[in-house]
């Protein structure tokens, strides 16, 4: 059994209005050292199998076809046993 | 300038139906291997400042007061230069 994560981000120059949402709200609140923020997703994955790098390849897989939208989106994973 | 991530997860015993509709969506493509997905949120701060540990204090504060819902979920975070 391995165990993954998929960090699931919005490309540079594509909008944020969700995050743009919580920033105004957070320099309402007085936190006006907040620069930027960005919202992405997170994902923990729990996989069946032991050779972690077809394991890799197949969530690669999944990324491209269900997981992200790579025309808008980055992501970057890690699997580990 | 210094940049943080922060980790958002739901605490486990709470249900997560959008992880539970990929999961089944997943199984549906033939990838049997997944036997759980959760997803959760992923935020990249850029904040004003150099003393690392005192931001780190405030942006506790703003998960705590704002980016997330401590009575549902967990969150870890890190801050970097």
Redesign the interface.
């Known amino acids: 059994?391995a165990k993954a994560r998929v960090?699931?981000?919005l490309k540079e120059g594509i909008l944020d209005p969700q995050?743009k949402t919580?920033l105004r709200?957070?320099k309402a609140?007085g936190?006006?050292?907040?620069?930027?923020?960005?919202?992405?997703?997170?994902?923990?994955?729990?996989?069946?199998?032991d050779d972690l790098t077809e394991?890799g390849s197949?969530l690669e897989e999944?990324c491209e076809?269900?997981?992200t939208n790579p025309i808008i989106e980055n992501y970057r994973m890690e699997v580990e046993d």
Chains 1, 2 share one sequence.
């Not at 936190?31 to 199998?49: A, F, N, T």
Request: no cysteine.
């Open positions: 059994m960090y699931v981000t995050g919580v709200a957070l609140l936190y006006d050292e907040v620069q930027d923020l960005r919202i992405g997703k997170y994902m923990e994955v729990s996989l069946d199998g394991l197949r999944m076809k269900l997981l």
